[in-house]
């Protein structure tokens, strides 16, 4: 396994997990959007072919999901790369949702 470095860039309405391999010139990214109050959604997932092969787009899912359980948000999974992540992974369930947020 690749040693992979990722960091969260924060918006007030949108973000980023990035993530670099040491040695390598090349940034993988995970985006998402604030879509209400504790929900996220994860917009995309760009791994460049440096990267590709080494594990970094399921690093960032897994970053994101222990991020979620840290931080206390749901994401609703629009990327299709997240959506075939989580749908592997049952014991993520609680922190994936199809819905947006709703204003009490």
Not at 42 to 61: E, F
Not at 63 to 83: K, N, S, T, Y
Request: glycine share 12%.
């Amino acid at each position: 396994m690749a040693d992979i470095t990722i960091t969260k860039e924060d918006g007030a309405r949108r973000g980023r997990y990035a993530a670099r391999v040491g040695g390598i010139d090349a940034e993988a990214e995970l985006t998402f959007t604030h879509r209400g109050p504790g929900i996220i959604s994860a917009d995309h997932t760009g791994v460049p072919d440096a990267l590709g092969g080494q594990g970094v787009g399921k690093a960032l899912v897994e970053f994101m999901v222990e991020d979620a359980r840290q931080a206390g948000f749901r994401i609703i999974p629009l990327c299709p790369f997240v959506r075939k992540q989580a749908a592997r992974r049952p014991e993520w369930a609680d922190l994936f949702t199809t819905q947006p947020a709703t204003n009490p």
